[in-house]
């Protein structure tokens, strides 16, 4: 074999054995669980396409989704207010760091929300892609702070807001 082409092989072979950590780590989650790293790429999937991010992850509408992804699916403090009150996007690394994969799947079931979480679509998700997308969140360490609380009807959230007219 030439040199050249060994030197190539040896650095393919050294940067595979240096990559197999992160890969191992991307497969396992906060919850000590190993998982497929199939699942948690297909957990990504659901995110990205689902809309996900562009409520539960900060300013991503804004910068037409180029926010780091170690900040996806942190909650968000933008309130949305419409005639149903002001609600809020939850953390969800925290949400899921509260719950096993089965409770996950059963609250994505029977979830309803407030506007404009598109709830109907959520219970709609297959089981299999519930618990991905809930993979892929835990794949993630818990970071962020809650939420803001829920504001009823006729209370005025501070700013950032997005006013929501029905009309």
């Known amino acids: 074999m030439n ?5 190539c092989l040896g650095a393919i072979a050294i940067g595979a054995i240096l990559l197999l950590p992160a890969t191992l780590a991307l497969a396992q989650t906060d919850s000590g669980s190993d998982v497929p790293a199939e699942v ?8 990205l396409t689902s809309g996900c991010n562009d ?7 804004i910068a037409e ?20 009150g002001t609600t809020y996007a939850p953390n969800l ?10 409770q996950w799947v059963e609250m994505t079931h029977s979830l309803r929300a407030r506007p404009p979480m598109p709830w109907f679509n959520l219970n709609a998700m ?3 892609d519930a618990g991905a997308l809930y993979h892929y ?7 962020g702070e809650p939420a803001p609380d829920y504001l009823p009807p ?3 959230p501070a700013v950032p807001y997005v006013d929501f007219v029905l009309e």
């Open 3 to 7: 040199t050249a082409k060994s030197r």
């Open 40 to 47: 948690v790429e297909r957990g990504r999937y659901i995110a």
């Open 55 to 61: 409520c539960h992850t900060p300013n991503y509408g």
């Open 65 to 84: 989704g180029q926010v780091p992804e170690e900040l996806w699916l942190t909650g968000d403090v933008l309130g949305w207010h419409g005639p149903w």
């Open 93 to 102: 690394r925290l949400l899921a760091a509260e719950l096993d994969e089965q």
């Open 126 to 128: 297959s089981v299999e």
């Open 137 to 143: 969140i835990r794949s993630f360490e818990s970071l």
């Open 154 to 156: 006729g209370e005025m």
